[in-house]
T-cell receptor, first 115, second 112 residues
């Protein structure tokens, strides 16, 4: 298994540009989520999904859209990038049943710089 | 809103010593707590968890203590090794486990 993969690893955008951060997992996990991590802060939940076709907002959803058309993929879209969205983005996935965080896996992260 | 916080942002220890990383939480409804380790340039990695019906749980070289009276969580690492150098986060959850709230993290540095 490849686990949780994220692309790209690094991206530079200009203010107002759009892009999609890709996340994929091959473990058949129902639950997937996106976090952002800023210097000196813990991870903050942006959006999450408990299955294909189901998404919901986390703590900091503004400026981001998600969709879950398949179990494997959970892309994060920035429609109009802003400097405040400069951050490191982590995708995570786990099984849904049992509520055991031990089975949550994080991807390697995408570093995004918005100029 | 309520949040999870840490007492010490940095901790430096000698190799072989025991490390204690602390975390304060303010939401009394939180019923599940997790410690994560994050090495430089990597995503967080699960270390150990504990539910609110317990006050202590042990893993391999790690112990988590939960004091619900004072809303305090700690991670103890025995015989700390250079490979333990990382940022450690506590996280809390209520109920469904769909949303985790992370603390700001503590940087642990192990000196040889």
């Amino acid at each position: 298994n490849a686990g949780v993969t994220q692309t790209p690893k690094f991206q530079v955008l200009k203010t107002g540009q759009s892009m999609t951060l890709q996340c994929a997992q091959d473990m058949n996990h129902e639950y997937m989520s996106w976090y952002r991590q800023d210097p000196g802060m813990g991870l903050r939940l942006i959006h999450y999904s408990v299955g294909a076709g189901i998404t919901d907002q986390g703590e900091v959803p503004n400026g981001y859209n998600v969709s879950r058309s398949t179990t494997e993929d959970f892309p994060l879209r920035l429609l109009s990038a802003a400097p405040s969205q400069t951050s490191v983005y982590f995708c995570a996935s786990r099984i849904l049943a049992g509520g055991n965080q031990e089975t949550q896996y994080f991807g390697p992260g995408t570093r995004l710089l918005v100029l | 809103g309520e949040s999870v916080g840490l007492h010490l942002p940095t901790l430096s220890v000698q190799e072989g010593d025991n490390s204690i990383i602390n975390c304060a939480y303010s939401n009394s409804a939180s019923d599940y707590f997790i410690w994560y380790k994050q090495e430089s340039g990597k995503g967080p990695q699960f270390i150990i968890d504990i539910r609110s019906n317990m006050d202590k749980r042990q893993g391999q070289r790690v112990t988590v203590l939960l004091n619900k009276t004072v809303k305090h969580l700690s991670l103890q690492i025995a015989a700390t090794q250079p490979g333990d150098s990382a940022v450690y986060f506590c996280a809390e959850n209520i109920g469904s486990n769909y949303k985790l709230t992370f603390g700001k993290g503590t940087l642990l540095t192990v000196n040889p």
